[in-house]
């Protein structure tokens, strides 16, 4: 069993700054692509950034030169900074995994629980 747990999330001003992590733990797994993906409220989620175990990236139209994504993998551990803050990028933020483990054998999409992202105007 393979866990992303997100931190980090909190409430900033319009302009400002956060930086907000999310840890992969467990046994006996490696990690391919990571992605942050959010929801804010009465809409769907949608993906933000995506990074590969290379560090190959993509952006959402909508952060695309404001967030940063970027990953450790000696820590399991991927990171999106996001600067110059709106009050739109308001939503609960989610990581996803592709993890392959080990005991099983087989290649499963893991999720954290999500951290609050509140941007005040």
């Known amino acids: 069993q393979v866990q992303l747990v997100e931190s980090g999330g909190g409430l900033v001003q319009a302009g400002g700054s956060l930086r907000i992590s999310c840890a992969a733990s467990?046994?006996?797994?490696?990690?391919?692509?990571m992605a942050w993906y959010r929801q804010a409220p009465g809409k769907l989620r949608e993906l933000v950034a995506t990074?590969?175990?290379?560090?190959?990236?993509n952006y959402a139209d909508s952060v695309e030169g404001r967030f940063t994504i970027s990953r450790d993998n000696a820590k399991n551990t991927v990171y999106l900074q996001m600067n110059s803050l709106i009050p739109e990028d308001t939503a609960v933020y989610y990581c996803?995994?592709?993890?392959?483990?080990?005991?099983?054998?087989?290649?499963?999409?893991?999720w954290g629980q999500g951290t609050q992202v509140t941007v005040s105007s």
């Open positions: 467990g046994t006996l797994f490696s990690i391919a692509a």
């Open positions: 990074i590969t175990r290379g560090g190959s990236t």
């Open positions: 996803n995994a592709d993890v392959y483990t080990y005991v099983s054998s087989r290649w499963m999409t893991s």
